[in-house]
Nanobody
Framework: QVQLVESGGGLVQTGGFLRLSCAPS????????MGWFRQAPGKEREFVAG??????????WYADSVKGRVTISRDNAKNTVYLQMNSLKPEDTAVYYC???????????????????WGQGTQVTVSS
């Protein structure tokens, strides 16, 4: 049974940083594509960052709203995917979800429909 478990959320001030973690069970992060999404109250779930397997390693892409402030990475030894978020803004406040899909998927995919597995989410709150 596949399960994705996020952690690392919390309350941070504007300009601060957080590192979110996603530890899947039933999946190996070195063999699947991973992504991060977020959902603010009253809004649709939106793409944040993605990482797809390529023969030379991994390709990554980011939403324009977080580009330059966010980095998605993997630790294969720990079977964990991370989302490092810096220079946080109040508009980054949301529940953040980890997602997974089959490997070698399309790069620059931003839709929730691209992903088959989802975690329960972790709350990130950025105070002004």
């Amino acid at each position: 049974q596949v399960q994705l478990v996020e952690s690392g959320g919390g309350l941070v001030q504007t300009g601060g940083f957080l590192r979110l973690s996603c530890a899947p069970s039933g999946l190996t992060v070195s063999r699947i594509d991973m992504g991060w999404f977020r959902q603010a109250p009253g809004k649709e779930r939106e793409f944040v960052a993605g990482s797809t397997i390529r023969w030379r390693g991994f390709d990554t892409w980011y939403a324009d709203s977080v580009k330059g402030r966010v980095t998605i990475s993997r630790d294969n030894a720990k079977n964990t995917v991370y989302l490092q978020m810096n220079s946080l803004k109040p508009e980054d406040t949301a529940v953040y979800y980890c997602a997974a899909r089959a490997p070698y998927g399309v790069k620059n995919a931003y839709s929730t429909r691209e992903y088959n597995y989802w975690g329960q989410g972790t709350q990130v709150t950025v105070s002004s």
